[in-house]
């Protein structure tokens, strides 16, 4: 079973709906950390602020939930705030999340003074490292944005891709089974959901 | 670096999609479900539905229209048209919708902005503005009055100020709609666009007027656009979106292109 978290972050039902369209109909939209936990992968989604998700995360016990299923080895995706909460520390409300991969989320400060936070429309991803789920895709294929902060990562190796808005930010990471993007896949028309698909084959083995 | 981003609107009265043409006299011309189908397998970046059901009690088709295209369509779509609520939206939210249009009902109740921003993120509330060309007064410093009720009532508000307000408020994306370039397909209303876009720190989408590919590119570049929104051109099939990004993109405007 693939387990969706619901954290009041976001519209989980466009992620269901990505999924089922790909083939991946087992896909369950779920609050219950045990059920996470049992899950055979998980897609951890999220529109909005880090500030009131990281603290319903916290109320459902969702965070330990996750942690634990990243330490199974099972597949893992992050998408949008979901990409942002798996760090160490938000600059959003200066919170602490969940410290999968270390880093940081920051607000764009962007010296040109047209280009406009929150970053939203599509951009193209600059694939920087190969990985089984961007089978689908190529460098350069444009994705949907929606965000006013990106995760700047400690390891340079976490990073997987690329994007320009003014500065140069990770819009794709990962690390053993845990894959991210910053854009939203499941609103990315055939080449978001080529990603979502290749997830769904994916079995958590990082690439060597 | 971000692409300008080519957006459908879709009217949709009764569950079927209907053209205005200067918002007075509209016609029938389809199904918005394959309709939108269509657009986003020709590469449409963004489909806007706009429900103008006159009665409450056929609101509810809406909500049965936008959770077909949500299970068919895999790029953002905002709903709009009577959403007077948080309720609303998240209704519209819950069937599929990527944001919410709030316009009329915003000006009369502007606090709805701020409830909707709040509840749903503001990433997520598009403000729409319907505009006249008024020439400048005390008044309407800018010469350009919002107007309400698809352009039936004028409001006495400077669309300036009231856009400035709107983003204030927590709007994430402004629709500058122009009354008067509306259904005449003689170009979008570039002044009014530009003066929005210069106001604003949110994305900016240019309505009205569209009928060539060069009102695109005028108003992407001349007109500081973010998007531009196109109805007739397309669902008449003078043209299709996939023909116009190209147009743009041999002009030197970067679309997306891979879809």
Redesign the interface.
Same mark, same amino acid.
């Given at each position: 079973m693939l387990a969706i978290v619901d954290y009041d972050a976001? $519209?989980v !039902?466009?992620v269901q709906? #990505?999924c089922?369209?790909v083939g991946l109909t087992d896909a369950e939209i779920t609050a219950d950390p045990d059920v996470v936990r049992g899950a055979d992968r998980v897609i951890f989604p999220g529109?909005? *602020?880090s500030e009131s998700a990281v603290d319903t995360l916290h109320n459902r016990g969702l965070d330990a939930a996750l942690t634990e299923f990243y330490h199974s080895g099972k597949p893992l995706l992050g998408i949008c705030l979901g990409s942002q909460i798996v760090v160490e520390h938000s600059e959003e409300g200066d919170k602490d999340c969940l410290g999968l991969l270390a880093g940081q989320v920051k607000r764009f400060q962007l010296a040109d003074p047209s280009l /406009?936070?929150?970053?939203?429309?599509? $951009?193209?991803v600059d694939v920087v490292r190969d990985h089984p789920v961007l089978k689908n895709i190529s460098s350069g @294929?444009?994705f %949907?944005f929606?965000h006013s902060y990106y995760v700047e990562p400690v390891d340079p190796e976490t990073i997987y891709g690329r994007t @320009?808005?003014g500065e140069d930010f990770c819009s794709m990471l990962g690390q053993n089974n845990l894959f991210t993007t910053q854009f939203?896949l499941? /609103? *990315?028309? !055939?080449?978001?959901?080529g990603i979502l698909e290749a997830f769904g084959d994916w079995d958590g083995t990082p690439p060597c | 670096?971000? *692409?300008k981003?080519i957006i459908a609107c879709l009217d949709v009265r009764d569950g079927n999609l209907a053209k205005s043409i200067k918002f007075v006299d509209t016609k029938d011309i389809g199904d918005p479900v394959s309709k939108a189908r269509e657009y986003?397998e020709d590469g449409l970046?963004e489909l806007v539905f706009y429900d103008i059901t006159a009665s409450s009690d056929k609101r509810n088709i809406m909500l049965d229209v936008v959770e077909s295209v =949500? /299970?068919q369509v895999?790029?953002?779509f905002s709903v709009g048209g009577g959403i007077r609520s948080v309720e609303d939206a998240n209704k519209l939210?819950?069937a599929?919708a990527?944001k919410i249009n709030v316009n009329s009902a915003a000006v009369q109740r502007p606090g709805l902005i701020d409830e909707c921003s709040h509840a749903l993120? =503001?990433? $997520?509330v598009v403000l729409s503005v319907d505009i006249a060309r008024v020439g400048a007064s005390n008044d309407i410093p800018s010469g350009y009055e919002v107007v309400i009720n698809g352009g039936r009532t004028a409001t006495g508000r400077d669309a300036i100020a009231w856009v400035i307000e709107g983003e204030q408020r927590g709007a994430?994306?402004l629709v500058v709609n122009s009354i008067d370039a509306d259904g005449t397909r003689e170009g979008y209303e570039l002044t009014l666009t530009r003066m929005v876009a210069e106001a604003v720190?949110?994305?900016v989408i240019a309505s009205g007027g569209a009928g060539k590919p060069e009102h695109l590119y005028d108003v992407l570049t001349e007109g500081k656009a973010? #998007?531009a929104l196109v109805a007739s051109m397309v669902h008449y099939g003078d043209y299709t979106v996939s023909g116009l990004k190209q147009w743009l993109s041999d002009k030197g405007i970067k679309v997306?292109l /891979? %879809?």
């Open positions: 976001g $519209n !039902r466009s709906r #990505a089922e369209h529109v909005g *602020s /406009k936070v929150p970053h939203i429309g599509w $951009n193209s @294929d444009e %949907y929606v @320009d808005y939203h499941e /609103k *990315s028309g !055939r080449l978001g959901l | 670096m971000l *692409s981003r986003y970046d =949500a /299970k895999f790029i953002p939210l819950w599929g990527e993120g =503001a990433q $997520n994430g994306e720190g949110i994305p973010d #998007a997306r /891979k %879809y």
